[in-house]
C-alpha cells in the first residue's frame, strides 16, 4: 500500500519531528526541477535557489538530518523528488493562506519512493501581485527539501523547518514579523474606519440636501 502525506501542518517536538528518519533506501536521490513547464511570474534564478538549497542539505543543511544525502540532477519525471512551480498554491493546490510551498511524499513499506514538491512564485497583497525574492524562494525550497529528506516541521522559530510566514515575505516586512498581526488589525481599523466616516459624511450631505429643498 502507498501512503501520500500532504505536508502542512506543524507536529510537537519531543526528539527532532520526523516523518521518517531514513526515508530513502538508496543514494544518490535524484531531483528533477521543471524549469520548462513554469507560470507566467516564473523568474529563472528561482531554478537557482533550488540548486542552492540542495546544496545546503548536502552540506549539512539544519543539522537535524541522521544521514548525508547526496543529489543527482537529473531531466526525467521519474525521478526520486520532482520540483515545480505553479502561479498561485492557493487556487490551483488548495493550500492555505500564506503557505509558499506544499511537499507530499508518497510512502510505501516505511519509505519514501516518490516526493513532489510545489513551490508558489508569490502571492496577492490587497490587489497587487507580489513576487516571491530570490532570498525568498532559497529559504521556501529549503524547507520543502528538508521534508523531502524526511523533517517535520519545527517549533524553533530559527530554525529552516518552522514553518513562518517570515521566511516567505520577506520583501514584504511591514506584515512580517513579531508585530504583524498587530500591524495588519491597526490597518484594516484604520480602513474601517474611513469608510465608516465617508459613508456618513455622505449620508449628512443627503441630508442637508434635503432640509435645503
Do not use: C
Not at 172 to 183: E, Q, V
Request: charged share 20%; net charge neutral; hydrophobic share 40%.
Amino acid at each position: 500500500m502507498v501512503v501520500f502525506i500532504p505536508v502542512v501542518s506543524t507536529a510537537s517536538e519531543s526528539d527532532y519531528p520526523r516523518i521518517l528518519d531514513y526515508p530513502w533506501d538508496h543514494s544518490p536521490i535524484t531531483v528533477y526541477i521543471d524549469n520548462k513547464t513554469v507560470p507566467s511570474h516564473y523568474s529563472p534564478t528561482y531554478y537557482i535557489q533550488v540548486q542552492k538549497a540542495l546544496d545546503y542539505w548536502e552540506a549539512g543543511g539544519n543539522g537535524k538530518l541522521k544521514y548525508t544525502p547526496v543529489f543527482e540532477l537529473v531531466d526525467s519525471e521519474n525521478a526520486d523528488v520532482r520540483i515545480r512551480w505553479v502561479e498561485d498554491l492557493q487556487k490551483e493546490q488548495g493550500a492555505p493562506r500564506g503557505v509558499a510551498g506544499v511537499t507530499v511524499p508518497y510512502i510505501a513499506s516505511g519509505r519514501f519512493i516518490k516526493v513532489d514538491i510545489t513551490l508558489g512564485v508569490g502571492y496577492h497583497q490587497w490587489t497587487k501581485w507580489i513576487p516571491y525574492s530570490d532570498t525568498a524562494m532559497l529559504a521556501i525550497s529549503k524547507h520543502e527539501l528538508g521534508h523531502a529528506l524526511g523533517l517535520d516541521h519545527s517549533s524553533d522559530k530559527q530554525d529552516i523547518m518552522y514553518p513562518s510566514n517570515e521566511q516567505i515575505n520577506d520583501i514584504n516586512p511591514f506584515f512580517a514579523g513579531k508585530y504583524g498581526s498587530l500591524l495588519r488589525i491597526a490597518v484594516y481599523t484604520i480602513f474601517a474606519i474611513i469608510v465608516f466616516l465617508s459613508v456618513s459624511w455622505l449620508l449628512n450631505r443627503k441630508k442637508q440636501k434635503k432640509i435645503q429643498n
